[in-house]
């Protein structure tokens, strides 16, 4: 009976376990099959070939097919990845790729491009030479010609240029350029051998020519000869003219000549403005037309205003005319009478033209006697070390050592525009100075207060001073002076003890654990550290350190003995050299406390002594007493 009901047990529990466990199977989802790319994804048709097909949830009995195709041959490679092969003679097109099991399947769209095979090119016709030209003659002709000057005056020289081109069917051999002179004179040689002038190629040549007097105005030929011979010993000659235009000017002509010359005021010196005032006679047989007279030696004399030449209309035959050049004498360093060069053109009737130069003489004088001469004459600056960042105030001495008085003085920093002041600026006024006058041998003193670029590298800076002033003439003079101020980059050190200093007791050696930081970005080219103390005995105080970079430290530990109670200081001496490579010291005061003895008032010391009396009375008693002496 108990087997029975066993039994009957074991039914229900399978029968209650089928029914729990059937929702969970009929809720399990079939595998979906994925398609997600294949490789290659061409082929050519007459080849065929394999296919690598990747997605998810491959089986074994998974298949491949090419739509519109067939199935293919598929291997299964794992559940991502399937191979199958494409046969030959498949046609050409895009396809879509299949991939399928009993009741899914993944389709993707124009996978796989079959295309024909490229036909093999075939061999490069040759193509047929063309037949050589029959050689013919060379041929020359100027193709192109200038003169200069372009309309030429009788009596004066020009230069004419020709380009000789060869348009035949031959070189030419020993090819000739003659001027063979005529109505214009060729000067110097007037044959030209070209040697070998080949087919559509030019050459130039150029020949000096002069127009004979007499000559009147008009439009002449010139004469020129070509000639070559070709490879056969042929000889062939082409005459060929170009056209010259000529200003004749009859008979006669102006002559203009300066009779006379003076400058206001008579004698000058360097950056003087004044006036020159010239007498022209025309002393030749023709009226003098369209008259120029200028200054031709420009570093010498420049226009004070408008330009450096006068215009006369006309000058008739022994006819006088005056004329004034307002100018100012240049920065001339050689005294005495200087020739001041002045052009002379001038024009006819006809239509000639003449230039002519001529010479009036200058008085100079380089003498301070009577002119004013600034110079700096010495600078400081206040601090006397200036380091990127800080501000300063800049004292300059200007002197007058010249003989006369200097007014309306500006004093530029910079330089004109103030272009040389990097890397100072100006602090709380502008790089201008204005002094209204500078007496002979007098001194003045400007100040400018100016700031450091923070950002500027240390160094030597040149900055220019430009000084523009006015003499007793009214004459404005300018000059540029430099001067050099020194940048350093101040060390930036952190001194200390590298842990604390416990109190000192007198007689009793301590350490000294002091320790330099460069807190600062920069290389500091440190050589030794030095502690030194008027209260201390110091031993072992003195340490080279070498170089510290941004960031690095060196460290000294001393042996210190005080003498005395109290508050001891002890300097710390750090040297180093600047970026001028010149030794310089960074010094702090440390403190250490040093612990005082302990005062004994004279009552306490009174007694201590009377007890220290007892004591040894005590003491004697009894040694005494020990021999027989007393008790």
Same mark, same amino acid.
């Given at each position: 009976?108990?087997?029975?009901?066993?039994?009957?047990?074991?039914?229900?529990?399978?029968?209650?376990?089928?029914?729990?466990?059937?929702?969970?199977?009929?809720?399990?989802?079939?595998?979906?099959?994925?398609?997600? $790319?294949?490789?290659?994804?061409?082929?050519?048709?007459?080849?065929? /070939?394999?296919?690598?097909?990747?997605?998810?949830?491959?089986?074994?009995?998974?298949?491949?097919?090419?739509? $519109?195709?067939?199935?293919?041959?598929?291997?299964?490679?794992?559940?991502?990845?399937?191979?199958?092969?494409?046969?030959?003679?498949?046609?050409?097109?895009?396809?879509?790729?299949?991939?399928?099991?009993?009741?899914?399947?993944?389709?993707?769209?124009? !996978?796989?491009?079959?295309?024909?095979?490229?036909?093999?090119?075939?061999?490069?016709?040759?193509?047929?030479?063309?037949?050589?030209?029959?050689?013919?003659?060379?041929?020359?002709?100027?193709?192109?010609? @200038?003169?200069?000057?372009?309309?030429?005056?009788? $009596?004066?020289?020009?230069?004419?240029?020709?380009?000789?081109?060869?348009?035949?069917?031959?070189?030419?051999?020993?090819?000739?350029?003659?001027?063979?002179?005529?109505?214009?004179?060729?000067?110097?040689?007037?044959?030209?051998?070209?040697?070998?002038?080949?087919?559509?190629?030019?050459?130039?040549? @150029?020949?000096?020519?002069?127009?004979?007097? +007499?000559?009147?105005?008009?439009?002449?030929?010139?004469?020129?000869?070509?000639?070559?011979?070709?490879?056969? +010993?042929?000889?062939?000659?082409?005459?060929?003219?170009?056209?010259?235009? &000529?200003?004749?000017?009859?008979?006669?002509?102006?002559?203009?000549?300066?009779?006379?010359?003076?400058?206001?005021?008579?004698? #000058?010196?360097?950056?003087?403005?004044?006036?020159?005032?010239?007498?022209?006679?025309?002393?030749?047989?023709?009226?003098?037309?369209?008259?120029? !007279?200028?200054?031709?030696?420009?570093?010498?004399?420049?226009?004070?205003?408008?330009?450096?030449?006068? !215009?006369?209309?006309?000058?008739?035959? =022994?006819? %006088?005319?005056?004329?004034?050049?307002?100018?100012?004498?240049?920065?001339?360093?050689?005294?005495?009478?200087?020739?001041?060069?002045?052009?002379?053109?001038?024009?006819?009737?006809?239509?000639?033209?003449?230039?002519?130069?001529?010479?009036?003489?200058?008085?100079?004088?380089?003498?301070?006697?009577?002119?004013?001469?600034?110079? &700096?004459?010495?600078?400081?600056?206040?601090?006397?070390?200036?380091?990127?960042?800080?501000?300063?105030?800049?004292?300059?001495?200007?002197?007058?050592?010249?003989?006369? =008085?200097?007014?309306?003085?500006?004093?530029?920093?910079?330089? =004109?525009? /103030?272009?040389?002041?990097?890397?100072?600026?100006?602090?709380?006024?502008?790089?201008?100075?204005?002094?209204?006058?500078?007496?002979?041998?007098?001194?003045?003193?400007?100040?400018?207060? #100016?700031?450091?670029?923070?950002?500027?590298?240390?160094?030597?800076?040149?900055?220019?001073?430009?000084?523009?002033?006015?003499?007793?003439?009214?004459?404005?003079?300018?000059?540029?002076?430099?001067?050099?101020?020194?940048? *350093?980059?101040?060390?930036?050190?952190?001194?200390?003890?590298?842990?604390?200093?416990?109190?000192?007791?007198?007689?009793?050696?301590?350490?000294?654990?002091?320790?330099?930081?460069?807190?600062? *970005?920069? #290389?500091?080219?440190?050589? @030794?550290?030095?502690?030194?103390?008027?209260?201390?005995?110091?031993?072992?105080?003195?340490?080279?350190?070498?170089?510290?970079? /941004? $960031?690095?430290?060196?460290?000294?530990? !001393?042996?210190?003995?005080?003498?005395?109670?109290? @508050?001891?200081?002890?300097? &710390?001496?750090?040297?180093?050299?600047?970026?001028?490579?010149?030794?310089?010291?960074?010094?702090?005061?440390?403190?250490? %406390?040093?612990?005082?003895?302990?005062?004994?008032?004279?009552?306490?010391?009174?007694?201590?002594?009377?007890? %220290? %009396?007892?004591?040894?009375?005590?003491?004697?008693?009894?040694? *005494?007493?020990?021999?027989?002496?007393?008790?």
């Amino acid at each position: 009976m108990r087997k029975v009901v066993l039994l009957v047990a074991i039914l229900v529990t399978a029968v209650t376990a089928a029914f729990l466990l059937a929702p969970s199977v009929a809720a399990r989802p079939l595998p979906q099959l994925a398609l997600t $790319g294949i490789e290659p994804d061409t082929l050519v048709s007459q080849n065929g /070939g394999t296919l690598s097909i990747y997605g998810s949830d491959f089986t074994s009995t998974t298949v491949a097919r090419l739509v $519109g195709f067939g199935l293919l041959e598929t291997t299964y490679v794992n559940s991502t990845a399937l191979r199958a092969v494409v046969p030959p003679g498949v046609p050409p097109g895009v396809y879509d790729l299949e991939v399928s099991e009993d009741t899914t399947s993944a389709t993707l769209s124009a !996978a796989l491009s079959i295309v024909s095979a490229t036909p093999t090119p075939g061999p490069t016709a040759i193509p047929t030479p063309k037949p050589t030209t029959v050689p013919g003659r060379p041929i020359l002709t100027i193709r192109n010609f @200038t003169v200069e000057p372009s309309r030429v005056v009788v $009596g004066r020289e020009f230069l004419v240029t020709i380009e000789i081109y060869n348009t035949g069917s031959r070189a030419g051999e020993n090819t000739i350029a003659t001027f063979p002179g005529g109505t214009f004179l060729p000067v110097g040689e007037t044959g030209h051998l070209l040697w070998q002038l080949h087919i559509n190629h030019t050459a130039v040549v @150029t020949q000096r020519m002069r127009v004979p007097n +007499g000559l009147s105005s008009g439009s002449y030929n010139l004469q020129v000869n070509l000639s070559a011979n070709d490879y056969e +010993g042929n000889h062939y000659d082409y005459p060929e003219t170009i056209a010259v235009e &000529v200003i004749g000017v009859g008979k006669g002509r102006p002559q203009l000549v300066i009779e006379a010359a003076q400058t206001e005021p008579a004698l #000058l010196g360097p950056g003087d403005a004044f006036s020159l005032t010239i007498r022209l006679a025309n002393r030749g047989s023709r009226t003098a037309t369209q008259v120029v !007279a200028g200054v031709a030696s420009p570093d010498l004399a420049v226009p004070a205003g408008g330009s450096n030449v006068v !215009a006369i209309d006309h000058i008739g035959i =022994e006819q %006088e005319v005056t004329a004034t050049l307002p100018l100012v004498l240049g920065d001339v360093t050689q005294a005495g009478r200087l020739n001041l060069e002045v052009a002379l053109d001038c024009s006819d009737y006809e239509g000639g033209s003449y230039t002519a130069r001529q010479s009036v003489g200058l008085e100079v004088s380089t003498a301070l006697a009577d002119r004013p001469q600034l110079v &700096v004459d010495s600078y400081h600056t206040t601090p006397d070390s200036l380091a990127p960042g800080d501000t300063f105030t800049l004292t300059l001495e200007v002197s007058n050592v010249g003989g006369g =008085e200097a007014r309306r003085l500006t004093l530029t920093l910079g330089g =004109e525009g /103030g272009s040389g002041m990097n890397p100072f600026a100006p602090l709380d006024s502008s790089n201008v100075k204005f002094i209204p006058q500078l007496a002979a041998g007098a001194t003045v003193e400007v100040t400018q207060r #100016l700031v450091v670029d923070g950002g500027a590298e240390a160094g030597a800076y040149s900055v220019p001073v430009a000084l523009a002033f006015d003499d007793a003439r009214g004459t404005r003079h300018t000059d540029s002076q430099l001067i050099s101020l020194l940048v *350093r980059r101040r060390p930036h050190l952190q001194i200390g003890f590298y842990r604390p200093v416990e109190m000192a007791s007198i007689d009793v050696p301590i350490r000294l654990p002091v320790e330099v930081t460069n807190i600062g *970005r920069t #290389l500091i080219n440190v050589s @030794t550290m030095e502690l030194s103390s008027t209260q201390l005995e110091i031993s072992e105080g003195s340490m080279y350190l070498g170089p510290l970079d /941004g $960031g690095t430290s060196g460290s000294l530990e !001393a042996t210190a003995v005080a003498k005395e109670g109290g @508050t001891a200081e002890v300097l &710390v001496t750090v040297n180093y050299l600047d970026d001028f490579e010149q030794p310089q010291v960074v010094t702090k005061t440390l403190t250490v %406390e040093v612990e005082k003895p302990v005062e004994i008032s004279p009552e306490a010391e009174e007694e201590a002594q009377e007890q %220290e %009396e007892s004591f040894w009375d005590k003491v004697l008693r009894f040694l *005494r007493g020990l021999v027989g002496l007393g008790s």
